[in-house]
């Protein structure tokens, strides 16, 4: 977007009633700039948090896999033992 805006500039830059009339509307300019701003932070904390979900998830599976393996190994250990 803005290589398009700077192409544009460029190709006009003798016209100065465009420069004059793109300044009446720097309000939206920053208006823009402060959204993407928002946007951008929004989307730092959607990932950190998605990042830290993920975290948790990975340490519940590995905590159940070893559950798992110690109850495989309990039951293992039980049937190779003779039983009197």
Known sequence: MTLFFTVFMETKKNDLSLLYSLFGKISLFKYGAFFGLALFAVEAVWTWRDAKNAEKEKEAMRHENNV???????LSNGSSTPSK
Not at 68 to 74: C, G, Q, R
């Open 68 to 74: 798992l393996k110690a109850k495989a190994y309990d």
